[in-house]
């Protein structure tokens, strides 16, 4: 009888990297970004005044009231969550992030919540008021002269300090739950229920990382509406180049004046091809646009508020052309005392070479005739 050979023994091995004071940590953390979510009630829908008689109402989601005051307290509240729960943050190790402003003001927010220390990249043209909400919530900025090179000085920063780089260009349309879960796109569309157009016609979101288009686009498409996604953009952004060629390596020569929306670079969570529709908006138009909105709304918005309007009025007028009635919505995504010094002031714009006036007389014919020409 043939005896068998010997089977080659093998260790046994066991690595266990289990810490329960980390993890007692990274489930008080976990636990405190998730409870300032159920802390927050839901954002406002408001209505911009239109003529009755137009038959087409236009809304706008208003991103100002959280707790940081803009529409990238959601994001922030994501992407904390989405690197806590993939073990990316560590406790006293700082959180680095390249940002224009606003992202960094609520990341600041939610690290000072968890108990960690905050960086934020930034171009030094940010404007003062948002380098002293980061440095309120504990923050510290470093800035740098040319916005391009915000990414690799955050990376370089995080591994030099044994932190972690954010990068919310690179995960913002990964951190939403994008099926759902009170997200944007859900919220808007429950908060429609009751108007007499609850499916809107069109959507207008700005970019800056791409990750709010990307959320409202896969809602969008999963809940099988006809509801078609806009995106406007600013000058000197690579996005509508990036989707009219669909050629992710677009670049552009200049930084958006238009903080929190344009980038240099078409960021990787702009998502091209679930958009139907971009529209290149002058600088001049954004502005004039913030500057009516003061007027009808009696309140100061950001610019890229006024960049997403002057889409949404265009679409409007568009609309009336053909006979059409529905709803449009688009979001306020600031508040404009953040830029006292920069939009509202005829001073800057004037040193910018921005004349808001041409766009300010067709902003007025089109709420006289429906007519944005």
């Known amino acids: 009888m043939a005896i068998a050979p010997e089977q080659t023994r093998i260790d046994e091995t066991d690595i266990d990297r289990y810490d329960p004071v980390y993890r007692a940590w990274l489930r008080e953390a976990v636990r405190k970004v998730q409870a300032d979510g159920n802390r927050s009630a839901d954002t406002h829908l408001l209505t911009i005044p239109l003529p009755p008689e137009w038959g087409i109402d236009v809304y706008l989601k208003d991103e100002s009231t959280h707790p940081t005051g803009s529409l990238k307290h959601r994001l922030a509240r994501s992407l904390f969550l989405y690197a806590l729960c993939n073990g990316r943050l560590r406790p006293g190790a700082p959180v680095i992030e390249a940002s224009s402003g606003s992202t960094a003001v609520s990341e600041a927010y939610f690290a000072k919540l968890i108990g960690v220390p905050f960086i934020a990249v930034m171009a030094r043209t ?12 504990g923050g510290r900025c470093h800035l740098v002269d040319d916005p391009s090179e915000v990414y690799e000085v955050a990376a370089r920063l995080a591994e030099e300090l044994g932190g972690h780089y954010m990068d919310q260009f690179t995960y913002a349309e990964r951190a939403t739950d994008w099926r759902g879960n009170n997200n944007i796109a859900e919220s808007i569309f429950r908060q429609l229920e009751q108007e007499r157009f609850p499916e809107p016609t069109w959507i207008v979101a700005t970019a800056g990382t791409g990750g709010t288009s990307a959320t409202l686009a896969r809602y969008v498409h ?43 670079r078409v960021e990787p969570s702009f998502l091209p091809q679930a958009i139907d529709r971009m529209m290149r908006v002058p600088d001049a138009a954004s502005v004039a646009t913030i500057r009516t909105l003061q007027r009808l709304l009696g309140r100061r918005c950001g610019a890229s508020t006024g ?3 002057w889409a949404a009025f265009r679409i ?52 006289e005739t429906g007519e944005l020409a």
């Open 316 to 367: 409007v007028s568009e609309m009336l052309a053909r006979g059409e009635q529905g709803s449009v919505v688009t979001l306020l995504c600031d508040p404009g005392e953040r830029y006292l010094d920069k939009y509202y002031s005829d001073a800057w714009l004037a040193e910018q070479g921005i004349d808001p006036t041409p766009y300010a007389r067709r902003l007025e014919q089109f709420l």
């Open 307 to 309: 960049t997403g309007v």
């Open 222 to 264: 999963y809940t099988q509406r006809a509801t078609g996604i806009c995106v406007a953009d600013p000058e000197n952004s690579a996005f509508f180049e990036g989707w009219r060629t669909m050629d992710r390596n677009i670049r552009s020569d200049k930084g958006s004046r238009i903080e929190g929306i344009g980038r240099q």
């Open 126 to 137: 940010t404007v003062q008021s948002k380098v002293d909400l980061i440095e309120f919530h």
